[in-house]
């Protein structure tokens, strides 16, 4: 009897093993084609003034599932923005915040807090302000994040620049990205520290979602 279903478990393994070869070669070639993710959900202005040179960073607001991102957010958003280099940016501490607007964290979307733009140009001097929301982090594979961000004059208080974006790594777009991101000079240095891929690391994947977000903003 077993001799008899040795053939018939032959013949299964080669077509589990054929049907895996097929469905990656066909995910390959879906990757192939594809082009790489850009954000689509924005609102820029053509180009930024002149005087607008120096940019206070808000605490980013986390919502939802996003908290377990809260130890380093703050920290990889300020470092790809600084990677821009469009103009200086000045780092806003929670504490900063709590002690002047009664919250560690503001939401762009809430009503901001009495004489919030005074307060800011008083306090750093410049001429411009970044909220960034974190709506949602989905940090199991495929990773996902869900950002809100809003670059905000601080004489005029009229957007510079605003986006509204969810990126998630299952899509062929954001594979293709990512690898592209991962390839350069910039992530070399981080994945030497590192074992995970952009795509699988939440901290490496946040990273990439900041740069990405960021190249959107109006040139000079």
Known sequence: MMHSLRPFFFISLVLLVLSSSCRKSKQEKALAEAQPYNVTNLYPIERLPVYFNRVVVMPVH??????????????????????????????????????????????????????????????????GVLFIDVLGFQSYRPLSISLRAKLVDLNSGDFMWAIDETIDSSHASVITASRIYENSLHIRALSAKTSSSVLQSPRSFTKFSAHKIFSSLPSR
């Open 62 to 127: 986390l919502g939802g599932s996003s908290q377990n991102i809260s130890e380093f957010v703050d920290d990889v958003v300020n470092q790809e923005l600084a990677q821009a280099r469009l103009f200086e940016t000045v780092r806003f501490s929670t504490q900063s915040s709590k002690s002047y607007f009664g919250k560690e964290r503001i939401n762009s979307s809430d009503s901001l807090p009495d004489n919030f733009l005074e307060v800011l140009k008083s306090q750093t001097q410049a001429n």
